[in-house]
């Protein structure tokens, strides 16, 4: 079983700063790509930001500038630093991890639970 542990939500004023975390544990032998992303009421599930293994990131337009992504690959822990915060970041964000449980078969995209970011007006 792989179980991804979300945390660091919470209710900031706007320009205010947060650190979202994901630690993903389990049965797992390595892990590739490494994502957040958000899902406001009524609209899509949206990526905000992924990180390969080697480092290499990608960000939404909307958070350029203002978010970084990192990971700690000893810890098997994702990051995202979210600075400038505004109203309309406010959502559930969730993490997804490319797991792989053995070398017989290939990744797969885990979720996290969600964590509610509240941006106040």
């Known amino acids: 079983q792989v179980q991804l542990v979300e945390s660091g939500g919470g209710l900031v004023q706007a320009g205010g700063s947060l650190r979202l975390s994901c630690a993903a544990r389990?049965?797992?032998?390595?892990?590739?790509?490494m994502g957040w992303y958000r899902q406001a009421p009524g609209n899509q599930r949206e990526l905000v930001a992924s990180?390969?293994?080697?480092?290499?990131?990608n960000y939404a337009d909307s958070v350029k500038g203002r978010c970084t992504i990192s990971r700690d690959n000893g810890k098997n822990t994702v990051y995202l630093q979210m600075n400038s915060l505004k109203s309309e970041d406010t959502s559930v964000y969730y993490c997804?991890?490319?797991?792989?449980?053995?070398?017989?078969?290939?990744?797969?995209?885990?979720w996290g639970q969600g964590t509610l970011v509240t941006v106040s007006s």
């Open positions: 389990g049965s797992i032998f390595s892990i590739n790509d």
């Open positions: 990180i390969t293994r080697a480092g290499i990131t």
């Open positions: 997804n991890v490319d797991v792989r449980i053995d070398l017989l078969r290939p990744t797969r995209g885990h």
